[in-house]
């Protein structure tokens, strides 16, 4: 579905992310982990395209998005959840939501992809009339979720969903991550969280200093000592 290769991504002259191949299958959950500054943030947006790439190759379904407008990402079949969430804190969270289903088909589909992200969020629909900005961090999490689910994506790329979250309510953000893709949803997972993204990923991508260094499934990745050491805390 998703096809990621060469991938060339600078600020300015600063080389960001450098020759990154990846891809993603129709609703497989994959994680792209590593240390703070290695380029995760900057790879998930080029591939949501609010990054123009300046090299390689961004494919979805075959079709070249790497030169294409922002908006011609998301009529692919891609949504983004931006680290930091970026909503419009004095919009209600209904308003919100539904700025994810402008696209025809999204827009045809608002009602019942409102009923799913109220299902999949509870709290969000007691907070449906309320101003966005008046929720907590973690239900404003679900709403950046659910906005983006309105848009009835193919493939959901999260940005670091967990940071700044209590404890509890990183293990329900993950539960609902989980669930999400069961329905069939393909996930792309950025997380700093690497414990918690390896348990829920059929394959993660270790990325360093704007490259991937490692790949596999989690399990076979981790059994090598150095990436456990490194990246787990565990001898």
Same mark, same amino acid.
């Given at each position: 579905m998703l096809e990621v290769r060469n991938l060339d991504v600078?600020?300015?002259? $600063?080389?960001?992310?450098?020759d990154v191949s990846l891809s993603i299958a129709a609703g497989e959950l994959a994680c792209v982990v590593g240390p703070n500054g290695a380029g995760k943030s900057t790879l998930i947006n080029a591939i949501g395209g609010l990054h123009r790439a300046r090299g390689?190759?961004?494919?979805?379904?075959?079709?070249? /998005?790497?030169?294409?407008?922002?908006?011609?990402?998301?009529?692919?079949?891609?949504?983004?959840?931006p680290e930091g969430r970026r909503l419009f804190t004095t919009m209600s969270v209904r308003e919100n939501l539904e700025l994810g289903s402008f696209r025809g088909a999204a827009k045809r589909e608002r009602a019942r992809s409102l009923e799913r992200v109220c299902?999949?969020?509870?709290?969000?629909?007691?907070?449906?009339?309320?101003?966005?900005?008046s929720l907590s961090g973690g239900q404003q999490q679900m709403v950046a979720i659910?906005? $983006?689910?309105?848009?009835?994506?193919?493939?959901?790329? /999260?940005?670091?969903?967990?940071?700044?979250?209590?404890?509890?309510?990183?293990?329900?953000?993950?539960? $609902?991550?989980?669930?999400?893709?069961?329905?069939?949803? *393909?996930?792309?997972?950025?997380?700093?969280?690497?414990?918690? $993204?390896?348990? /829920? *990923?059929?394959?993660?991508?270790l990325i360093?200093?704007?490259?991937?260094?490692a790949d596999g499934p989690p399990a076979t990745l981790f059994a090598r000592p150095e990436l456990r050491r490194a990246y787990l805390g565990l001898a």
């Open positions: 600078a600020y300015g002259r $600063a080389p960001a992310v450098r390689g190759r961004i494919a979805m379904d075959g079709t070249d /998005l790497r030169s294409a407008p922002s908006h011609r990402f998301c009529a692919a079949g891609i949504a983004l959840v299902a999949l969020f509870p709290v969000v629909r007691e907070k449906l009339e309320a101003p966005a900005g659910g906005r $983006a689910m309105m848009a009835c994506p193919k493939l959901l790329l /999260l940005d670091e969903p967990s940071l700044g979250l209590a404890p509890a309510i990183v293990m329900a953000m993950f539960d $609902a991550i989980r669930e999400i893709n069961a329905a069939g949803t *393909a996930v792309l997972l950025v997380e700093q969280n690497v414990a918690m $993204a390896i348990e /829920l *990923a059929k394959h993660a991508y360093e200093e704007g490259r991937i260094v």
